[in-house]
Nanobody, 114 residues
């Protein structure tokens, strides 16, 4: 069983920045795909950013140019750097990792005030 623990969420003003972190309980060197998802109240969970084992990244159109996904294999960590935050970025953010099976963290709340 793999455990993922997110951290770094909080309350920030519009235009501010946050960095989300996701700690994995196992090595991430042979993962298939990792990503960050978010779910706002009354909305479905959506992909924010993803990275493959070949370091290919993709982003939701709404966050391109503002968010960056990256990993630290030595620390078994996944990150999401979020800049120029907007109120519409408010959501619970979830870390996801796949080694043939999807694993999810418990989520971290991000609130952006206008």
């Amino acid at each position: 069983q793999v455990q993922l623990v997110e951290s770094g969420g909080g309350l920030v003003q519009a235009g501010g920045s946050l960095r989300l972190s996701c700690a994995a309980s196992r090595s991430i060197f042979n993962f298939n795909r990792m990503g960050w998802y978010r779910q706002a109240p009354g909305k479905q969970r959506e992909l924010v950013a993803a990275i493959t084992s070949g370091s290919r990244t993709n982003y939701a159109d709404s966050v391109k140019g503002r968010f960056t996904i990256f990993r630290d294999g030595a620390k078994n960590m996944l990150y999401l750097q979020m800049n120029s935050l907007k109120p519409e970025d408010t959501a619970i953010y979830y870390c996801n990792m796949n080694w043939g099976t999807d694993y999810w963290g418990q989520g971290t709340q991000v609130t952006v005030s206008s």
